[in-house]
């Protein structure tokens, strides 16, 4: 089920007169915050490569998830790195605003508390100010699902161009709209918004950034694989995933008979392997299937893990994503409906294999799967098998 957002109609105002807004339908109350957040008269016609080349100051709206921001985290540098002399402000979900500190800056960083954006609010009126005082001449929103109010936010702040990259803007709120090419996963999605500086003189490179490991988070990673009887460069990091699906538990079983027959591969269970931005219940204790399992709570340990061992497996969309950032070989095994974390197409290292439909039979070697994308990939250069 999808997660109520606060601030969304229809919870627009919290308390009396604003309430008022809540019953208006939801034709009005665009009317009402397109009349409230600028002027009612057509946008002036803009030359987009010409003020892209010329922008100084822009104002990110950052998608919803530690998940998400992770895939968008390589488009954000990319346009970071690629214009040192442009000042970003970035809006981020409240509880993320230390993680995308710590990597570009506090000044960089306003975050959104769902739970008090209503019209008239302290926290909404102060939003508005800092977004309005920032003068951005471009707003990129890499929201899926943009709020009522958050739209009112990103056109108040007065900036002539609105770039959205999810979805049809209502009227008014966003002046250019991307549409990524089918299917559309995030990283598709997000990247798109680097595609606008192609119209100018200097392109923005989508750059494949990576999370580094601290020497710390190495040396204790190293203590954690070493007290479970483990070489770190034979053991592979299996990560497990929220739900046992039976995908999971034919993949743990295809571990285990490796292991037994290779008598050298050594497989390593991480729980809970991104820490509070991603947590996981226990894996029930049919499916250990003997294989030595570590519970950790820090997303810098997960990294030194990363660092340390020969390859990563699992059908956890985000947490092989954060894998696949740190500069390991990862094998993901997905099924159709998580293409949106397929990141194969910008890290050679990333072996995809999807999981055949239903009823349309079985390949060989790999019970209920097929990889889809290894046959495109040798084609273009990409990739590489495991030797």
Known sequence: MARQIPGRFQGIGKRWPYKALNFLPPTQLWKYLGWKSGP?????????????????????????????????????????????????????????????AALLGSDRVAGIRWDELYWGEAHFQELQRIASAFHPEIALNFRAETPPLLHFVLRASGAPIRVQVAGDPPVAFANVALRPADPPNHLRRFAQATRLWDVSERPVPVKWTRLAAGPENLKEAHACISSKGLRPEATRLFLWQEETSSAQRE????????????????????????????PTPPPPQDVILGIPSLEIDSTGLLLGLFARTRRSIGTNGPLLHLASLADTDVEAHFSAADAVWDVSATNARMKVIYEEAAGSGRSEGSPGTVNKDIAGRRASGVGREEK
């Open 40 to 100: 009612a008269l057509p946008a002036a016609p803009f030359q987009l490569g010409k003020s892209l080349t010329g922008c100084k100051r822009i104002l990110v709206a950052l998608p919803d998830g530690f998940q998400e921001n992770l895939v968008a985290f390589s488009v954000v540098q990319s346009l970071v790195q690629e214009r040192p002399d442009t000042e970003f402000l970035f809006l981020i979900e409240h509880h993320l605003t230390g993680f995308l």
């Open 251 to 278: 993949l743990f079983r295809k571990v285990a008979a490796e292991r037994a027959v290779q008598g050298e591969a050594q497989s390593l269970l991480v729980v809970n392997g991104a820490g509070p931005f991603f």
